[in-house]
């Protein structure tokens, strides 16, 4: 079974600075997605950035990039000048690209890092 | 275009009862995913319905079941509610199953007293 692992519960940044949020997993696959999603206090999750595995390109969305390190099964998330509406609790997730078996789409979610934004 | 949405926004319920949650998709999405996110934690995987038959389960208890309708809308049904199914219920649809983009609803909040 794969598992994410997010070993930081809580990352602070000053308003325009730069932050790095850290996800590590654990899979015997070698072909699956990796996503980054954002869920504010409203509670509704947002989709932040994806990753291909097969891709050895770092994904970029705006202000925001990873950095895939396959090997290391490691993919961290980088927030390029924070606003205050990054605000959020940030999960790591992961999916398979295999079709079939009773997990067929199931994303396997880290545990969160809350990130506080000061102005 | 509307996003996904559930209903209820909250629910009270008592132990042992019995809840229904539902959720319609995102007009075109033909498969909807259910989660559960315990407070403090990452939403876990219970369910995924495409044409109204399952794709994928998680593990859960049979007291959790699921049904999508010709629509594609899908609810989750709880039996014999414990405290501790007492969670944010998160639905999310896609296009079809697998490796499509998942889309998530604001999710319910369901506590068991």
């Known amino acids: 079974a794969q598992t994410v692992t997010q070993s930081q519960p809580e990352m602070s940044v000053q308003e325009a600075e730069t932050v790095t949020l850290s996800c590590t997993y654990d899979?015997?696959?070698?072909?699956?997605?990796l996503f980054w999603y954002k869920q504010p206090p409203s509670r509704q999750m947002i989709l932040v950035i994806r990753?291909?595995?097969?891709?050895?390109q770092n994904a970029t969305e705006n202000r925001f990039s990873v950095n895939f390190q396959k090997a290391a099964k490691s993919f961290s998330l980088k927030i390029s000048d924070s606003q205050l509406g990054d605000a959020a609790m940030y999960f790591c997730a992961y999916r398979s690209a295999g079709a079939g078996g009773t997990s067929y789409g199931k994303l396997t979610f880290g545990q969160g890092t809350i990130l506080t934004v000061h102005p | 275009d509307a996003g996904v949405t559930q209903s209820p926004t909250h629910l009270i319920k008592t132990r042992g009862q019995h809840v229904t949650l539902r959720c319609s998709p995102i007009s075109g999405h033909k498969s909807v995913s259910w989660y559960q996110q315990v407070l403090g934690q990452g939403p876990q995987f219970i369910f995924q319905?495409?044409?109204?038959?399952?794709?994928g389960r998680g593990n859960f208890p049979d007291r959790f079941s699921a049904r999508q309708f010709p629509n594609y809308s899908s609810e989750l049904n709880v039996n014999a509610l414990l405290l501790g199914d007492s969670a944010l219920y998160l639905c999310?649809?896609?296009?079809?199953?697998?490796?499509?983009?998942?889309?998530f609803g604001p999710g319910t909040r369901l506590t068991v007293t």
């Open positions: 319905y495409y044409e109204k038959e399952e794709r």
């Open positions: 990753q291909e595995a097969y891709k050895q």
């Open positions: 899979t015997s696959e070698s072909d699956y997605y």
């Open positions: 999310a649809s896609s296009l079809g199953p697998g490796q499509y983009e998942q889309y």
